[in-house]
Protein backbone atom coordinates (compact mmCIF):
# COMPACT_ATOMS: atom_id res chain seq x y z
CA UNK A 1 0.00 0.00 0.00
CA UNK A 2 2.90 2.31 0.61
CA UNK A 3 4.50 1.70 -2.46
CA UNK A 4 1.77 2.67 -4.45
CA UNK A 5 0.60 5.90 -2.96
CA UNK A 6 4.26 6.83 -3.55
CA UNK A 7 3.83 5.94 -7.26
CA UNK A 8 0.40 7.90 -7.07
CA UNK A 9 2.76 11.05 -5.59
CA UNK A 10 5.41 10.75 -7.49
CA UNK A 11 2.85 10.62 -10.76
CA UNK A 12 0.97 13.74 -10.08
CA UNK A 13 4.23 15.32 -9.05
CA UNK A 14 5.33 14.56 -12.57
CA UNK A 15 2.21 16.05 -14.03
CA UNK A 16 2.47 19.29 -11.84
CA UNK A 17 5.88 19.53 -13.01
CA UNK A 18 4.75 19.15 -16.88
CA UNK A 19 1.75 21.09 -16.72
CA UNK A 20 3.58 24.04 -14.98
CA UNK A 21 6.35 24.17 -17.18
CA UNK A 22 3.80 24.16 -20.03
CA UNK A 23 2.32 27.47 -18.45
CA UNK A 24 5.66 29.14 -18.03
CA UNK A 25 6.22 28.45 -21.63
CA UNK A 26 2.68 29.55 -22.82
CA UNK A 27 2.94 32.81 -20.94
CA UNK A 28 6.28 33.62 -22.41
CA UNK A 29 5.05 33.03 -26.06
CA UNK A 30 1.69 34.42 -25.23
CA UNK A 31 -0.50 31.14 -25.66
CA UNK A 32 -0.64 29.69 -22.36
CA UNK A 33 -3.92 27.66 -23.31
CA UNK A 34 -2.38 25.89 -26.48
CA UNK A 35 0.95 25.28 -24.38
CA UNK A 36 -1.29 23.08 -22.26
CA UNK A 37 -3.45 21.44 -24.47
CA UNK A 38 0.72 20.28 -26.85
CA UNK A 39 1.15 19.47 -23.24
CA UNK A 40 -1.77 17.09 -22.75
CA UNK A 41 -1.55 15.51 -26.04
CA UNK A 42 1.93 14.76 -25.31
CA UNK A 43 1.30 13.12 -22.34
CA UNK A 44 -1.58 10.95 -23.84
CA UNK A 45 0.87 9.89 -26.39
CA UNK A 46 3.46 8.40 -23.44
CA UNK A 47 0.83 7.09 -21.42
CA UNK A 48 -0.64 5.52 -25.26
CA UNK A 49 2.68 4.07 -26.11
CA UNK A 50 3.44 2.59 -22.59
CA UNK A 51 0.03 0.90 -22.94
CA UNK A 52 1.28 -0.48 -26.21
CA UNK A 53 4.24 -2.11 -25.13
CA UNK A 54 2.50 -3.21 -22.11
CA UNK A 55 -0.03 -5.06 -24.12
CA UNK A 56 2.44 -6.49 -26.55
CA UNK A 57 4.27 -8.05 -23.19
CA UNK A 58 0.84 -9.42 -22.38
CA UNK A 59 0.29 -10.88 -25.52
CA UNK A 60 3.42 -12.17 -26.69
CA UNK A 61 5.04 -15.21 -24.82
CA UNK A 62 8.48 -13.79 -23.87
CA UNK A 63 9.60 -14.04 -20.14
CA UNK A 64 9.11 -10.62 -19.08
CA UNK A 65 11.95 -8.43 -17.39
CA UNK A 66 11.23 -6.06 -14.83
CA UNK A 67 11.82 -2.43 -15.18
CA UNK A 68 13.91 -0.45 -12.61
CA UNK A 69 11.94 3.00 -13.03
CA UNK A 70 9.61 3.67 -10.28
CA UNK A 71 6.54 4.96 -12.33
CA UNK A 72 3.02 3.97 -12.35
CA UNK A 73 3.64 2.05 -15.64
CA UNK A 74 6.64 0.39 -14.19
CA UNK A 75 4.71 -0.48 -11.25
CA UNK A 76 2.54 -2.16 -13.21
CA UNK A 77 4.70 -3.86 -15.37
CA UNK A 78 6.45 -5.17 -12.51
CA UNK A 79 2.93 -6.46 -11.32
CA UNK A 80 2.76 -8.18 -14.86
CA UNK A 81 6.46 -9.61 -14.45
CA UNK A 82 5.63 -10.74 -10.91
CA UNK A 83 1.86 -12.57 -12.08
CA UNK A 84 3.75 -14.64 -15.12
CA UNK A 85 6.44 -16.20 -12.81
CA UNK A 86 3.44 -17.30 -10.33
CA UNK A 87 1.77 -18.66 -13.32
CA UNK A 88 5.19 -19.98 -15.40
CA UNK A 89 5.33 -21.78 -11.59
CA UNK A 90 1.77 -23.55 -11.31
CA UNK A 91 1.99 -24.16 -14.87
CA UNK A 92 4.96 -26.52 -14.10
CA UNK A 93 3.22 -27.96 -11.24
CA UNK A 94 0.03 -28.42 -13.33
CA UNK A 95 2.14 -30.15 -15.84
CA UNK A 96 4.32 -32.12 -13.42
CA UNK A 97 1.66 -33.39 -11.63
CA UNK A 98 -0.57 -34.36 -14.61
CA UNK A 99 2.63 -36.29 -15.77
CA UNK A 100 2.25 -37.90 -12.30
CA UNK A 101 -1.39 -39.11 -12.98
CA UNK A 102 -0.52 -39.94 -16.51
CA UNK A 103 2.20 -42.43 -15.28
CA UNK A 104 0.51 -43.96 -12.42
CA UNK A 105 -2.63 -44.59 -14.61
CA UNK A 106 -0.77 -45.80 -17.11
CA UNK A 107 1.10 -48.26 -14.78
CA UNK A 108 -2.47 -49.65 -13.90
CA UNK A 109 -2.90 -53.20 -14.55
CA UNK A 110 -6.46 -52.36 -15.43
CA UNK A 111 -7.17 -50.57 -18.85
CA UNK A 112 -8.67 -47.44 -18.56
CA UNK A 113 -10.27 -44.87 -21.20
CA UNK A 114 -11.66 -41.60 -20.81
CA UNK A 115 -14.69 -41.11 -23.37
CA UNK A 116 -16.85 -37.86 -23.79
CA UNK A 117 -20.78 -38.33 -23.85
CA UNK A 118 -20.46 -39.54 -27.74
CA UNK A 119 -18.58 -41.86 -26.46
CA UNK A 120 -15.37 -40.67 -28.72
CA UNK A 121 -11.56 -42.00 -26.91
CA UNK A 122 -10.22 -39.13 -25.27
CA UNK A 123 -7.62 -40.63 -23.48
CA UNK A 124 -6.62 -44.36 -22.84
CA UNK A 125 -3.35 -45.91 -20.90
CA UNK A 126 -1.38 -48.87 -21.72
CA UNK A 127 -3.46 -51.72 -20.50
CA UNK A 128 -6.46 -50.06 -22.62
CA UNK A 129 -4.22 -50.30 -25.47
CA UNK A 130 -3.01 -54.16 -25.03
CA UNK A 131 -6.03 -54.87 -24.22
CA UNK A 132 -8.30 -53.57 -26.83
CA UNK A 133 -5.24 -52.86 -29.58
CA UNK A 134 -5.54 -49.19 -29.90
CA UNK A 135 -3.31 -47.05 -31.36
CA UNK A 136 -3.23 -43.38 -29.92
CA UNK A 137 -2.19 -41.28 -33.30
CA UNK A 138 -5.19 -43.53 -34.99
CA UNK A 139 -8.06 -44.27 -32.32
CA UNK A 140 -7.78 -40.72 -30.13
CA UNK A 141 -11.22 -38.89 -30.84
CA UNK A 142 -12.65 -41.98 -32.92
CA UNK A 143 -15.79 -43.62 -31.07
CA UNK A 144 -15.06 -46.43 -28.92
CA UNK A 145 -17.47 -49.27 -31.08
CA UNK A 146 -15.60 -48.04 -34.09
CA UNK A 147 -12.21 -48.52 -32.46
CA UNK A 148 -13.10 -51.82 -31.09
CA UNK A 149 -14.03 -54.62 -32.79
CA UNK A 150 -16.85 -56.44 -30.81
CA UNK A 151 -20.39 -57.00 -31.33
CA UNK A 152 -20.91 -57.60 -26.91
CA UNK A 153 -19.32 -54.25 -26.49
CA UNK A 154 -21.36 -52.64 -29.06
CA UNK A 155 -24.66 -54.25 -27.87
CA UNK A 156 -23.85 -52.62 -24.08
CA UNK A 157 -22.91 -49.19 -25.39
CA UNK A 158 -26.12 -49.06 -27.63
CA UNK A 159 -28.37 -50.78 -25.04
CA UNK A 160 -30.86 -48.07 -23.15
CA UNK A 161 -29.61 -48.69 -20.06
CA UNK A 162 -25.88 -49.31 -19.65
CA UNK A 163 -25.31 -52.49 -16.62
CA UNK A 164 -22.87 -51.42 -14.09
CA UNK A 165 -20.77 -54.31 -14.60
CA UNK A 166 -20.96 -56.52 -17.44
CA UNK A 167 -18.54 -59.06 -18.83
CA UNK A 168 -17.20 -59.95 -22.78
CA UNK A 169 -15.24 -61.73 -24.59
CA UNK A 170 -11.61 -60.09 -25.02
CA UNK A 171 -11.70 -58.59 -28.86
CA UNK A 172 -8.24 -59.39 -28.89
CA UNK A 173 -7.36 -62.05 -26.87
CA UNK A 174 -8.81 -65.35 -27.71
CA UNK A 175 -10.28 -67.64 -24.51
CA UNK A 176 -10.04 -64.29 -22.05
CA UNK A 177 -12.26 -62.12 -20.40
CA UNK A 178 -12.71 -58.36 -19.81
CA UNK A 179 -14.91 -57.19 -17.05
CA UNK A 180 -16.20 -53.45 -17.69
CA UNK A 181 -17.71 -51.17 -15.59
CA UNK A 182 -18.29 -47.45 -16.09
CA UNK A 183 -17.87 -44.36 -13.83
CA UNK A 184 -19.26 -41.30 -14.61
CA UNK A 185 -17.06 -38.34 -13.04
CA UNK A 186 -18.33 -35.20 -15.11
CA UNK A 187 -20.94 -33.69 -17.05
CA UNK A 188 -18.78 -34.16 -19.87
CA UNK A 189 -17.17 -37.16 -19.75
CA UNK A 190 -17.06 -40.93 -18.36
CA UNK A 191 -14.34 -43.78 -17.17
CA UNK A 192 -14.92 -46.98 -18.43
CA UNK A 193 -12.15 -49.26 -16.57
CA UNK A 194 -11.92 -52.56 -18.21
CA UNK A 195 -10.26 -55.43 -16.23
CA UNK A 196 -9.12 -58.91 -17.54
CA UNK A 197 -11.29 -61.77 -14.93
CA UNK A 198 -10.21 -65.16 -17.10
CA UNK A 199 -7.75 -66.40 -14.50
CA UNK A 200 -11.11 -65.91 -11.61
CA UNK A 201 -13.52 -67.32 -14.23
CA UNK A 202 -11.54 -70.18 -14.36
CA UNK A 203 -10.87 -70.72 -11.27
CA UNK A 204 -14.56 -70.44 -10.35
CA UNK A 205 -15.01 -72.98 -13.44
CA UNK A 206 -12.65 -75.16 -11.34
CA UNK A 207 -14.16 -74.91 -8.22
CA UNK A 208 -17.80 -75.34 -9.73
CA UNK A 209 -16.30 -78.44 -11.58
CA UNK A 210 -15.16 -80.18 -8.72
CA UNK A 211 -17.93 -79.71 -6.52
CA UNK A 212 -20.19 -80.92 -8.82
CA UNK A 213 -17.50 -84.20 -9.87
CA UNK A 214 -17.32 -84.47 -5.96
CA UNK A 215 -21.07 -84.56 -5.43
CA UNK A 216 -21.69 -86.47 -7.95
CA UNK A 217 -18.66 -89.65 -6.86
CA UNK A 218 -20.43 -88.87 -3.16
CA UNK A 219 -23.83 -89.75 -4.27
CA UNK A 220 -22.85 -93.39 -5.37
CA UNK A 221 -21.74 -94.19 -1.67
CA UNK A 222 -24.27 -92.61 0.06
CA UNK A 223 -26.52 -94.77 -2.17
CA UNK A 224 -24.86 -97.73 -0.64
CA UNK A 225 -25.14 -96.54 3.06
CA UNK A 226 -28.59 -96.17 2.99
CA UNK A 227 -29.11 -99.37 1.88
CA UNK A 228 -27.79 -101.00 4.34
CA UNK A 229 -28.72 -98.87 7.01
CA UNK A 230 -32.00 -99.91 6.19
CA UNK A 231 -31.48 -103.65 5.87
CA UNK A 232 -30.73 -103.31 9.67
CA UNK A 233 -33.75 -103.54 12.06
CA UNK A 234 -32.94 -101.49 15.10
CA UNK A 235 -35.21 -104.42 16.97
CA UNK A 236 -32.78 -106.65 16.07
CA UNK A 237 -29.95 -105.04 17.29
CA UNK A 238 -31.46 -103.15 20.50
CA UNK A 239 -27.56 -101.68 21.96
CA UNK A 240 -27.22 -100.50 18.46
CA UNK A 241 -30.36 -98.57 17.94
CA UNK A 242 -29.31 -95.13 19.66
CA UNK A 243 -25.98 -95.45 17.10
CA UNK A 244 -28.24 -96.67 13.77
CA UNK A 245 -30.63 -93.40 14.06
CA UNK A 246 -27.64 -91.06 14.28
CA UNK A 247 -25.83 -92.64 11.30
CA UNK A 248 -29.30 -92.36 9.03
CA UNK A 249 -29.92 -89.07 9.92
CA UNK A 250 -26.27 -87.58 9.21
CA UNK A 251 -26.65 -89.83 6.07
CA UNK A 252 -29.74 -88.11 5.19
CA UNK A 253 -28.24 -84.54 5.93
CA UNK A 254 -25.18 -85.73 4.07
CA UNK A 255 -27.48 -86.62 0.90
CA UNK A 256 -29.38 -82.97 1.12
CA UNK A 257 -26.25 -81.10 1.42
CA UNK A 258 -24.89 -83.16 -2.29
CA UNK A 259 -28.04 -82.54 -3.51
CA UNK A 260 -27.88 -78.68 -2.65
CA UNK A 261 -24.52 -78.49 -4.08
CA UNK A 262 -25.44 -80.40 -7.19
CA UNK A 263 -28.33 -77.68 -7.52
CA UNK A 264 -25.77 -74.74 -6.84
CA UNK A 265 -23.79 -75.95 -9.22
CA UNK A 266 -26.60 -76.43 -12.19
CA UNK A 267 -27.40 -72.75 -10.95
CA UNK A 268 -24.14 -70.94 -11.16
CA UNK A 269 -23.20 -72.80 -14.70
CA UNK A 270 -26.76 -71.17 -15.89
CA UNK A 271 -27.19 -67.89 -18.01
CA UNK A 272 -30.79 -68.44 -18.72
CA UNK A 273 -33.92 -70.35 -17.71
CA UNK A 274 -36.87 -72.61 -19.39
CA UNK A 275 -39.36 -69.67 -19.27
CA UNK A 276 -42.85 -70.59 -18.79
CA UNK A 277 -46.76 -69.58 -17.02
CA UNK A 278 -46.69 -70.15 -13.51
CA UNK A 279 -49.80 -70.61 -11.65
CA UNK A 280 -49.33 -69.23 -8.90
CA UNK A 281 -52.48 -70.63 -6.55
CA UNK A 282 -51.63 -74.15 -7.33
CA UNK A 283 -47.68 -73.28 -6.17
CA UNK A 284 -49.04 -71.69 -2.76
CA UNK A 285 -50.51 -74.45 -2.03
CA UNK A 286 -48.04 -76.95 -2.98
CA UNK A 287 -45.60 -74.35 -1.02
CA UNK A 288 -48.24 -74.81 1.98
CA UNK A 289 -48.44 -78.70 2.50
CA UNK A 290 -44.69 -78.62 2.39
CA UNK A 291 -44.49 -76.10 5.25
CA UNK A 292 -47.38 -78.02 6.95
CA UNK A 293 -45.97 -81.42 6.81
CA UNK A 294 -41.95 -80.46 7.82
CA UNK A 295 -43.91 -78.62 10.67
CA UNK A 296 -45.64 -81.37 11.99
CA UNK A 297 -47.92 -78.98 13.79
CA UNK A 298 -45.76 -77.06 15.92
CA UNK A 299 -46.61 -73.48 14.01
CA UNK A 300 -49.31 -71.28 12.82
CA UNK A 301 -48.80 -71.47 8.92
CA UNK A 302 -50.65 -68.81 6.77
CA UNK A 303 -50.80 -68.59 3.14
CA UNK A 304 -51.91 -65.29 1.73
CA UNK A 305 -52.33 -64.71 -2.43
CA UNK A 306 -53.60 -60.48 -2.73
CA UNK A 307 -51.70 -60.33 -6.28
CA UNK A 308 -54.05 -61.67 -8.50
CA UNK A 309 -51.52 -62.76 -11.12
CA UNK A 310 -48.78 -65.32 -11.81
CA UNK A 311 -45.41 -65.63 -13.13
CA UNK A 312 -43.09 -65.95 -15.46
CA UNK A 313 -40.19 -68.06 -15.43
CA UNK A 314 -39.21 -71.64 -14.13
CA UNK A 315 -41.42 -73.28 -11.83
CA UNK A 316 -38.66 -75.67 -10.79
CA UNK A 317 -36.61 -72.98 -9.69
CA UNK A 318 -39.10 -70.75 -7.81
CA UNK A 319 -40.27 -73.81 -6.23
CA UNK A 320 -37.22 -74.59 -5.30
CA UNK A 321 -36.35 -70.96 -4.09
CA UNK A 322 -39.92 -70.36 -2.18
CA UNK A 323 -39.58 -73.74 -0.49
CA UNK A 324 -36.17 -72.88 0.86
CA UNK A 325 -37.33 -69.59 2.38
CA UNK A 326 -40.28 -71.48 4.21
CA UNK A 327 -37.93 -74.48 5.33
CA UNK A 328 -35.91 -71.44 6.57
CA UNK A 329 -38.71 -69.97 8.45
CA UNK A 330 -40.37 -73.54 9.82
CA UNK A 331 -36.74 -74.62 11.17
CA UNK A 332 -35.83 -71.68 12.70
CA UNK A 333 -39.26 -70.84 14.22
CA UNK A 334 -39.62 -72.19 18.04
CA UNK A 335 -42.64 -74.54 18.18
CA UNK A 336 -46.05 -72.27 18.99
CA UNK A 337 -44.49 -69.26 16.42
CA UNK A 338 -46.12 -68.29 13.24
CA UNK A 339 -44.75 -68.41 9.51
CA UNK A 340 -46.73 -66.13 7.34
CA UNK A 341 -46.43 -66.16 3.62
CA UNK A 342 -47.72 -63.29 1.25
CA UNK A 343 -47.67 -63.02 -2.32
CA UNK A 344 -48.58 -59.40 -3.05
CA UNK A 345 -48.75 -56.88 -6.21
CA UNK A 346 -45.56 -54.18 -5.67
CA UNK A 347 -46.30 -51.66 -8.27
CA UNK A 348 -46.27 -53.47 -11.86
CA UNK A 349 -44.64 -56.32 -10.18
CA UNK A 350 -44.95 -58.52 -7.40
CA UNK A 351 -43.60 -59.43 -3.80
CA UNK A 352 -43.09 -63.19 -2.31
CA UNK A 353 -42.91 -62.47 1.56
CA UNK A 354 -42.17 -64.88 4.29
CA UNK A 355 -42.17 -63.78 7.49
CA UNK A 356 -41.64 -65.72 10.91
CA UNK A 357 -41.89 -64.89 14.28
CA UNK A 358 -38.25 -67.02 14.95
CA UNK A 359 -35.25 -65.62 16.96
CA UNK A 360 -34.41 -63.18 14.56
CA UNK A 361 -30.64 -62.62 12.37
CA UNK A 362 -28.23 -59.89 14.15
CA UNK A 363 -27.77 -56.94 11.71
CA UNK A 364 -23.88 -57.62 11.45
CA UNK A 365 -24.78 -61.17 9.37
CA UNK A 366 -27.46 -59.91 7.15
CA UNK A 367 -24.89 -58.60 4.28
CA UNK A 368 -23.50 -62.29 4.52
CA UNK A 369 -26.49 -64.45 4.72
CA UNK A 370 -26.62 -65.37 1.07
CA UNK A 371 -23.19 -66.71 0.98
CA UNK A 372 -22.68 -70.41 0.56
CA UNK A 373 -22.50 -72.56 4.20
CA UNK A 374 -22.77 -69.10 6.18
CA UNK A 375 -24.05 -69.75 9.49
CA UNK A 376 -24.91 -67.07 11.53
CA UNK A 377 -24.96 -69.90 14.41
CA UNK A 378 -23.43 -72.91 13.71
CA UNK A 379 -24.94 -75.04 16.85
CA UNK A 380 -28.87 -73.77 15.81
CA UNK A 381 -27.53 -74.64 11.77
CA UNK A 382 -27.22 -78.22 12.61
CA UNK A 383 -29.46 -78.91 15.01
CA UNK A 384 -32.07 -77.87 12.41
CA UNK A 385 -30.31 -80.08 9.74
CA UNK A 386 -29.95 -77.09 7.30
CA UNK A 387 -27.30 -77.44 4.85
CA UNK A 388 -26.10 -73.89 4.68
CA UNK A 389 -26.57 -73.63 1.35
CA UNK A 390 -30.32 -72.94 0.91
CA UNK A 391 -29.77 -68.95 0.88
CA UNK A 392 -27.10 -69.20 -1.75
CA UNK A 393 -29.60 -70.88 -4.04
CA UNK A 394 -32.76 -68.56 -3.34
CA UNK A 395 -29.99 -65.98 -4.43
CA UNK A 396 -28.94 -67.50 -7.75
CA UNK A 397 -32.52 -67.92 -8.76
CA UNK A 398 -33.81 -64.97 -8.22
CA UNK A 399 -30.53 -63.36 -10.23
CA UNK A 400 -31.54 -65.82 -13.09
CA UNK A 401 -35.65 -64.00 -13.00
CA UNK A 402 -34.28 -60.80 -12.76
CA UNK A 403 -35.73 -60.37 -9.39
CA UNK A 404 -33.64 -59.66 -6.08
CA UNK A 405 -34.44 -60.93 -2.06
CA UNK A 406 -34.78 -58.35 0.90
CA UNK A 407 -34.10 -59.36 4.02
CA UNK A 408 -35.44 -57.41 7.41
CA UNK A 409 -34.80 -59.00 10.64
CA UNK A 410 -35.45 -58.04 14.30
CA UNK A 411 -33.76 -60.03 17.23
CA UNK A 412 -36.20 -61.92 18.76
CA UNK A 413 -39.34 -60.57 16.47
CA UNK A 414 -38.25 -63.11 13.50
CA UNK A 415 -37.41 -62.50 10.11
CA UNK A 416 -38.84 -60.91 6.65
CA UNK A 417 -37.68 -62.32 3.30
CA UNK A 418 -39.14 -60.47 0.48
CA UNK A 419 -38.21 -61.60 -3.16
CA UNK A 420 -39.27 -58.06 -5.62
CA UNK A 421 -40.05 -59.57 -8.97
CA UNK A 422 -40.22 -56.68 -12.02
CA UNK A 423 -43.26 -55.62 -13.91
CA UNK A 424 -41.58 -57.98 -16.85
CA UNK A 425 -42.29 -61.30 -15.05
CA UNK A 426 -45.84 -60.45 -13.88
CA UNK A 427 -48.37 -62.31 -16.19
CA UNK A 428 -52.12 -61.31 -16.09
CA UNK A 429 -54.00 -64.71 -14.28
CA UNK A 430 -56.78 -66.19 -16.41
CA UNK A 431 -59.28 -66.95 -13.69
CA UNK A 432 -59.05 -64.32 -11.32
CA UNK A 433 -59.56 -65.96 -7.95
CA UNK A 434 -61.04 -64.45 -4.96
CA UNK A 435 -57.84 -63.42 -2.67
CA UNK A 436 -57.44 -66.35 0.10
CA UNK A 437 -55.85 -66.70 3.50
CA UNK A 438 -55.42 -70.27 5.04
CA UNK A 439 -54.14 -70.49 8.25
CA UNK A 440 -53.55 -73.79 10.29
Same mark, same amino acid.
Given at each position: ??? &? ?17 ? #? ?90 ? #???? =? ?17 ? %????? &? ?27 ? $? ?5 ? @? ?15 ? =???? #? ?5 ? &? ?46 ? /? ?39 ? %? ?8 ? #???? =???? @? ?24 ? =? ?36 ? /?????? @? ?27 ? %?? $???? $?????? &? ?15
Amino acid at each position: MKR &RARYRRREALRLLLVYGAA #LLVGFAAGHPWAAVALASIGLLARHYVRLGRVLSDVGSRRTLVSPRRAGAWDALERLLVRRQKELRTRRRRLVELLRTYQRAASALPDAILI #LDRT =DRIVWFNRAAARMFGLNAA %QHTGA &RLQDAISSRHLANWLEAPVREPLVEIPSP $CEQGHTL @SLQPISYNEDQWLLVAR =DVSI #LMHLQQV &RRDFVANVSHELRTPLTVIHGYLDMIEPEEHPELAGIIDEMRKQSHRM /THLVEDLLTLSRLEAQDTIDEEAIAMPPLLETLRREAEALS %QGRHAISVTD #LAGV =DLKG @STKELHSAFSNLIGNAVRYTPAGGRV =DVYFEREGTGAVFRVADTGHGIPAQHLARITERFYRVS /TSRSRD @SGGTGLGLSIVKHVLNLHQARLEVKSDIG %QG $CVFS $CHFGGE &RVLAREAQPQAQARVH
